[in-house]
C-alpha cells in the first residue's frame, strides 16, 4: 500500500496547513518529507537505556484457575488465565531490552528520517508542527489552532502571535516523554529495525516483567496501584504518564512501565502455549500478543487481573489505540 506523504495526513486535522503551502521555509520541509519515501534503515543501535536480562531459566505463564467466575463478572473478552496455561520453566539466551516504552520524542526522529505514517494522536495534537512551519500562520489561524484543535485551556482571544508559539512549543514539550501510542504492530516493528532493535518475544517480555521467580507483577506478589499508572488514581491530562514515572514499580532488572501505562506490541502471534489444551477461535497468524495493560485498563475495567506479568491480550496487527505503545529489544552478541 502507498504510503501517504507525511503533510496529507497531517493536513486533514492541522486548520491552517494550506496557507503553509507557498512558505518557502515550509515548502523546502515538506518536499523533504514529500520525496523521501523508503525507509532509511540507518541503524544507530544504542544498548545506554537497555537493560541486560542474563541467560537463565525463568517461570513463564500460570496454572491459575477462575474458580469464582471473575472473568463473567468483569465480561472479560476471553476466560482468565487459561491462555497463560501449563506454567513450565523456561530457558532463554542473555538479551538487552528497553528499560522505558518507546517516547513520542525516539518516534519523532524515525517519522521524520523515514517519512513514516504519523501516529492517530498526532494529526490531532499538532506534534510535528516545527516553528518554521507555525511561524508562516496567521495570529488568527494559530488562535483558532490553540483553542479548537489543542484545546489548551487558556484565553487565546488577545494572545500575540509570539505567545501563541510559545505555548504551543510548551505543549509540545509536554508530549515529549510521553510514550508513543497509536502505533501499529508493523509501525513498531519498523522502529525497532530502524534503531538497529527488534520487538521482544512474548517470552523475553515476560522475563523481563517477572524477573525468574514467577511473580505476580513487576514489583513483587501482592497489587499496589500506587505502583502503576493503571488510568484510575492519577490525574495525567490525557491518561496516559511521562515514561518511567513509576519507579517503585520497576521489575526486578530495572525494567519500567512493564505494568501498565501503555500496553505493549511483541513480536508473536497469539497461539497457544506448548502443550497447552485450551482451544481459542483468535488462536493463530491473525492476532499479535499485548502485554503489560495500559492506563485505559482491558475491556474498560481497572483490574488488577490485567495488570499480570503473565496476562495475554492480544490485538489484529494494524490495530492502533491512545494506551497501545512498545518497547525494543535486542540480541547480546
Ligand atoms: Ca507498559
Same mark, same amino acid.
Given at each position: 500500500m502507498?504510503?501517504?506523504?507525511?503533510?496529507d495526513?497531517?493536513?486533514?486535522?492541522?486548520l491552517?496547513?494550506?496557507?503553509?503551502?507557498?512558505?518557502?521555509r515550509?515548502?523546502?520541509?515538506l518536499?523533504?518529507?514529500?520525496v523521501?519515501?523508503?525507509?532509511?534503515?540507518?541503524?544507530?543501535?544504542s544498548t545506554?537505556?537497555?537493560a541486560?536480562i542474563?541467560?537463565?531459566?525463568?517461570?513463564?505463564?500460570?496454572?491459575?484457575?477462575?474458580?469464582?467466575?471473575?472473568?463473567?463478572?468483569? %465480561?472479560?473478552?476471553? /476466560? *482468565?488465565?487459561?491462555?497463560?496455561h #501449563?506454567?513450565?520453566?523456561?530457558?532463554?539466551? @542473555?538479551f538487552?531490552?528497553?528499560?522505558?516504552e518507546?517516547?513520542?520524542?525516539?518516534?519523532?526522529?524515525?517519522?521524520?528520517?523515514?517519512?513514516?505514517w504519523?501516529?492517530?494522536?498526532?494529526?490531532?495534537n499538532?506534534?510535528?508542527?516545527?516553528?518554521?512551519?507555525?511561524?508562516?500562520?496567521?495570529?488568527?489561524?494559530?488562535?483558532?489552532?490553540?483553542?479548537?484543535?489543542l484545546?489548551l485551556?487558556?484565553?487565546?482571544?488577545t494572545?500575540s502571535?509570539?505567545a501563541?508559539?510559545?505555548?504551543?512549543?510548551?505543549?509540545?514539550?509536554?508530549?515529549?516523554?510521553?510514550?508513543v501510542?497509536?502505533v501499529?504492530?508493523?509501525n513498531?516493528?519498523?522502529y525497532?529495525?530502524?534503531a538497529?532493535?527488534?520487538?521482544?518475544t512474548e517470552?523475553e517480555?515476560?522475563?523481563?516483567?517477572?524477573?525468574?521467580? %514467577?511473580?505476580?507483577? /513487576? *514489583?513483587?506478589?501482592?497489587?499496589? #496501584?500506587?505502583?502503576?499508572?493503571?488510568?484510575? @488514581?492519577?490525574?495525567?491530562e490525557?491518561?496516559?504518564a511521562?515514561?518511567?514515572?513509576?519507579p517503585s514499580?520497576?521489575?526486578?532488572y530495572?525494567?519500567?512501565?512493564?505494568?501498565?501505562?501503555?500496553?505493549?506490541?511483541?513480536?508473536?502471534?497469539?497461539?497457544?502455549?506448548?502443550?497447552?489444551?485450551?482451544?481459542?477461535?483468535?488462536?493463530?497468524?491473525?492476532?499479535?500478543v499485548?502485554?503489560?495493560?495500559?492506563?485505559?485498563?482491558?475491556?474498560?475495567y481497572?483490574?488488577?487481573?490485567?495488570?499480570?506479568?503473565?496476562?495475554?491480550f492480544?490485538?489484529?496487527?494494524?490495530?492502533?489505540?491512545?494506551?497501545?505503545?512498545?518497547?525494543?529489544?535486542?540480541?547480546?552478541?
Open positions: 502507498p504510503r501517504k506523504p507525511i503533510h495526513r497531517y493536513c486533514a486535522s492541522v491552517f496547513c494550506p496557507k503553509l503551502l507557498p512558505s518557502i515550509g515548502m523546502a520541509l518536499t523533504f518529507l514529500i523521501h519515501p523508503a525507509i532509511a534503515w540507518t541503524a544507530q543501535p545506554h537505556d537497555m541486560l542474563p541467560a537463565g531459566e525463568f517461570i513463564m505463564g500460570s496454572d491459575k484457575t477462575d474458580a469464582s467466575g471473575k472473568s463473567k463478572e468483569f %465480561g472479560s473478552a476471553k /476466560p *482468565w488465565y487459561l491462555d497463560e #501449563p506454567q513450565r520453566k523456561l530457558r532463554l539466551p @542473555a538487552l531490552i528497553d528499560k522505558l518507546v517516547t513520542n520524542t525516539q518516534y519523532r526522529e524515525f517519522v521524520i528520517q523515514n517519512n513514516y504519523l501516529p492517530a494522536q498526532w494529526e490531532k499538532g506534534y510535528l508542527l516545527t516553528r518554521e512551519i507555525l511561524d508562516s500562520a496567521d495570529v488568527n489561524k494559530l488562535r483558532k489552532f490553540v483553542a479548537e484543535t484545546r485551556d487558556i484565553d487565546t482571544r494572545m502571535k509570539e501563541l508559539l510559545t505555548a504551543i512549543e510548551k505543549h509540545q514539550k509536554t508530549l515529549d516523554n510521553l510514550p501510542t497509536g501499529t504492530w508493523p513498531a516493528r519498523d525497532c529495525r530502524w538497529g532493535k527488534r520487538l521482544p517470552a517480555w515476560e522475563k523481563a516483567a517477572r524477573g525468574v521467580d %514467577g511473580r505476580e507483577y /513487576p *514489583w513483587g506478589n501482592q497489587w499496589e #496501584p500506587s505502583k502503576l499508572n493503571a488510568g484510575s @488514581a492519577d490525574n495525567w490525557t491518561g496516559v511521562p515514561v518511567g514515572s513509576y514499580g520497576k521489575s526486578v530495572g525494567v519500567h512501565d512493564m505494568a501498565g501505562n501503555v500496553m505493549e506490541w511483541v513480536d508473536d502471534w497469539y497461539l497457544p502455549y506448548p502443550g497447552s489444551r485450551h482451544e481459542s477461535a483468535e488462536f493463530g497468524s491473525k492476532n499479535k499485548v502485554r503489560g495493560g495500559g492506563w485505559g485498563g482491558v475491556g474498560h481497572v483490574v488488577s487481573h490485567f495488570y499480570r506479568g503473565a496476562y495475554r492480544y490485538l489484529a496487527p494494524h490495530s492502533a489505540f491512545a494506551d497501545l505503545g512498545f518497547r525494543c529489544a535486542k540480541d547480546v552478541r
